[in-house]
């Protein structure tokens, strides 16, 4: 989750950068880990503490 619109949009596009050089760095570009694939979703907050709640149960 990060903020691409509202009051803390200026972080977010550095912060999406900076996770996709990140896992690119670590894992090269294959979208795996070991044997496992990624599947990264990406939720705008807007800035609003409340949005958090969307991403609840979702972690496995």
């Known amino acids: 989750m990060?903020?691409?619109t509202?009051?803390?949009s200026v972080h977010g596009d550095a912060n999406y950068?900076?996770?996709q050089a990140g896992l690119n760095y670590?894992?090269?570009g294959s979208n795996?880990?070991?044997e496992t694939a990624l599947n990264?979703?990406?939720h705008d907050d807007g800035g609003d503490p409340d949005q958090a709640d969307c991403c609840q149960g979702?972690?496995?």
Do not use: D, F, N
Request: glycine residues 14%.
């Open 2 to 4: 990060h903020s691409k």
């Open 17 to 19: 950068e900076g996770l």
């Open 26 to 28: 670590a894992i090269k």
């Open 58 to 60: 979702i972690h496995r």
């Open 40 to 42: 990264i979703a990406y």
């Open 6 to 8: 509202g009051p803390l």
């Open 32 to 34: 795996r880990v070991g």
